[in-house]
């Protein structure tokens, strides 16, 4: 075996052995659209200036970490007996941002990445300008008896994710805090882009990925009583 196929094959198994140890509890669970959650109660709406979207990926089969956030552009909460009913919030996606920390190769430029991540070949930001999630269901969630991203979990939270034309269901732990005047949640997960269509440069070897399949999001929503 040659030097390069050697490497190939080690860089490969390390991917695969990194992906093994991800517990799949890390992962949003993924079903088809479901009907939104009667938003019932009192509403509180998003604050966009203190809420955000964070994301992370990895290129070229895990070994470069990129990451950055998106804004939210709107949205609202529904609170009930002091538990959260439904709701919604609109991700500003033009407002996709990478942090050129992240991309840290001589011949790399953190806002090359970031108009690839807008064009055609991912979330083609020129014609799907948002990016939806509406919540579908929040159930109690025991985070002492399951393993979780999201330190503190209190909630399962479920939900209908829109990017660009393809809507899924997803369902991940949460930590959701709930006052008279404020409801902060917040939250960590892994999804599978290729669920939505984002296909580009994820076939074959993953280390020859462009962008890998699964990326992290994080969710840090604030919201005031109305």
């Known amino acids: 075996m040659s030097k390069i196929k050697q490497l190939i094959f080690i860089f490969s198994a390390a991917v695969i052995t990194l992906t093994a140890c991800t517990s799949s509890s890390d992962k949003a669970a993924t079903t088809s659209e479901q009907e939104a959650a009667a938003a019932t109660g009192k509403e509180y709406l998003a604050d966009i200036n203190n809420s955000l979207v964070n994301w992370r ?13 998106l ?3 709107d949205g609202s909460i529904a609170v009930e007996n002091g538990a959260v009913t439904g709701g919604s919030f ?23 990445l970031q108009n690839h991540l807008k064009s055609p070949d991912f979330f083609d930001a020129a014609k799907y300008a948002t990016a939806k999630f509406v919540v579908t269901g929040v159930a109690p969630y025991d985070s002492s008896k399951a393993k979780s991203l999201t330190d503190g979990a209190t909630h399962l939270v479920s939900g209908n994710l829109t990017i660009k034309d393809s809507t899924i269901n997803i369902t991940f732990p949460a930590k959701i805090m709930v006052s008279d005047s404020n409801v902060d949640i917040a939250a ?20 020859d990925w462009m962008v890998s399949k699964d990326f992290e ?3 840090d929503v604030k919201a005031t009583a109305k």
């Open 90 to 112: 609109t991700v500003d996606v033009n407002s996709l941002w990478v942090d050129s920390a992240s991309v840290t190769e001589k011949d790399k430029k953190a806002i090359n």
């Open 71 to 73: 804004k939210i552009a």
């Open 188 to 207: 960590k997960f892994l999804v599978d882009r290729t669920s939505w269509g984002l296909s580009y440069g994820a076939e074959g070897n993953p280390a």
């Open 57 to 69: 990926a990895t290129h070229k089969g895990g070994f470069a970490p990129r990451y950055g956030t």
């Open 217 to 219: 999001l994080g969710l």
